[in-house]
């Protein structure tokens, strides 16, 4: 019984582990992380180039909504900006949540899929 008990400890320590990242300090960290979020997970279609990346402190948390940018060489409708999707970012280790999967419900992040 006892070794089950350190076994799960040591278990989960090490999900822990794993699951922490590097902190994730400033608003533009913020962005840059939820850049490299939306491309690596496919959260959007649009190129990166094409997405607007608005953070919002949040105390323990930034907030980033993420939007379409409507340009020339992005197409859409010139002064319009229509949010996507919102991340979540976890100031102390970067664990970020969104709701790019059902526009309602935040949820942590789906596995990537390799090509």
Not at 25 to 32: P, W
Not at 46 to 51: Q, R
Not at 62 to 89: D, Q, W, Y
Request: hydrophobic share 35%; with cysteine; net charge positive.
């Amino acid at each position: 019984m006892i070794r089950r008990a350190i076994a799960a400890a040591a278990l989960l320590a090490s999900c822990h582990v794993w699951a922490s990242g590097p902190a994730v300090l400033t608003d533009s960290e913020a962005a840059t992380k939820a850049a490299d979020i939306t491309r690596d997970y496919g959260l959007s279609k649009d190129k990166t180039e094409c997405l607007l990346f608005d953070t919002a402190d949040k105390g323990r948390y930034f907030l980033v909504r993420v939007r379409e940018n409507h340009t020339e060489a992005c197409g859409g409708e010139a002064g319009v900006s229509p949010a996507l999707f919102f991340l979540k970012i976890r100031k102390r280790d970067g664990y970020t949540i969104t709701n790019a999967y059902d526009s309602e419900h935040y949820r942590p992040l789906k596995p990537r899929h390799k090509n």
